[in-house]
């Protein structure tokens, strides 16, 4: 089958650096995606990854291990409209994007 | 217009009644999807559409029908509506289907199913 683990959901506070990780086992592999969902709005693509190493844009990061299965999500200098879900998504065999539950950041001043 | 537009923004349904979700994008597309999000589940893939003229199902396509008369256009339609339908709807588009194409979503419909 196919599965997308991600947290439920992270605190930290404004300033810092959080990791949010993503793990998956899917049929086949045409890339990773990570979107951001503020609470009542629509996804919005921050990344995308097909090759393994780190892709840097501005204050976040993504990284991807295609042998291990698992990508993270790196947000620096958090800001408080950083508040959101941050969704992780995988390209299967199919060029079907398979989507994880999501992981609510909380914020704290 | 700019972007994908959707129509209703929220909807309360009687079960049972027909309903049909509306979105257009003017980005000149050719994919086209329609997703449903439920509390504590990813994104959903109930159809999609790589081009005017065709659609193809997703995962959850029970119950849902869609047509892409042209470009812009991609209706979703429950033809009888059920309580487990109860979601929020998000129509989305990209260049392409498949590949690193980003897909755009509309800001989605709030389907309450009673």
């Known amino acids: 089958g196919q599965n997308i683990d991600q947290p439920t959901e992270m605190t930290a506070t404004e300033g810092a650096i959080v990791q949010i990780n993503c793990t998956y086992q899917?049929?086949?592999?045409?890339?990773l995606f990570w979107y951001q969902q503020h609470a009542g709005e629509a996804p919005t693509f921050l990344s995308y990854n097909v090759l393994d190493g780190l892709e840097e844009k501005g204050r976040f990061s993504s990284f991807l291990s295609r042998s291990k299965g698992y990508s993270y999500l790196l947000l620096k200098e958090l800001q408080m409209k950083d508040s959101a879900s941050y969704l992780c998504a995988i390209l299967d065999s199919n060029y079907q994007l398979i989507w994880g539950a999501g992981t609510k950041l909380i914020i704290k001043p | 217009i700019a972007g994908i537009t959707q129509a209703p923004t929220s909807q309360i349904l009687a079960a049972g009644r027909r309903m049909t979700l509306r979105c257009t994008q003017d980005?000149?597309?050719?994919?086209m999807y329609w997703y449903r999000q439920d509390l504590g589940l990813g994104l959903r893939l109930i159809h999609y559409s790589n081009t005017a003229g065709t659609t193809g199902k997703g995962e959850v396509p029970d119950g849902y029908s869609v047509s892409r008369a042209n470009t812009d256009d991609f209706p979703l339609t429950l033809a009888s509506a059920v309580p487990s339908q109860t979601s929020v709807y998000f129509c989305?588009?990209?260049?392409?289907?498949?590949?690193?194409?980003?897909?755009?979503f509309g800001p989605g419909t709030r389907l309450t199913v009673l």
């Open positions: 899917t049929s086949g592999f045409n890339g």
């Open positions: 980005m000149r597309h050719n994919a």
């Open positions: 989305a588009s990209s260049e392409e289907r498949g590949g690193r194409d980003t897909q755009y």
